[in-house]
């Protein structure tokens, strides 16, 4: 299958690459709804939220904890950020790979969608 996302993570598609580790990597979005917009994502294809289940709990809590981490380092974890997640066409989703935004550096809308 071509996902863009994996290309991403084969290292076929040249991508500044800010953190990377066993099971996730990280980098910049291509386009940035905010001054810092992340996407932490899995190195293994899942096509949505929906393909996951517990045994991906381990993996999910990682993201979470990866994005977290990366907020502190870009200096947005005291004046906040978002984590999102978008999950199929009615959540918004155009990549059909799982991944995580990370997005601040600007008061970001109390609205959602
Ligand atoms: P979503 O709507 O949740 O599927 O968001 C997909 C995001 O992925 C969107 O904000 C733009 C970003 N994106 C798509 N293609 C690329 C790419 O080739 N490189 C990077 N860095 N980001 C991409």
Redesign the pocket.
């Known amino acids: 299958m071509d996902c863009?996302f994996c290309n991403?993570v084969a290292g076929k598609?040249p991508?500044d690459i800010i953190y990377q580790d066993e099971e996730v990597i990280a980098?910049?979005?291509?386009?940035p709804q905010s001054p810092v917009h992340l996407?932490v994502i899995p190195r293994k294809h899942f096509t949505s939220l929906v393909q996951i289940t517990e045994r991906e709990k381990p993996l999910m809590g990682h993201m979470v904890t990866v994005a977290n981490q990366l907020a502190k380092d870009e200096g947005i974890s005291e004046t906040g950020y978002r984590l999102v997640i978008?999950c199929g066409q009615q959540g918004?989703?155009?990549?059909p790979h799982l991944?995580l935004?990370v997005m601040g550096g600007r008061q970001l809308s109390g609205q959602l969608g």
């Open positions: 863009i991403i598609i991508n980098f910049r979005d291509i386009n996407l978008n918004g989703q155009l990549v991944h935004h």
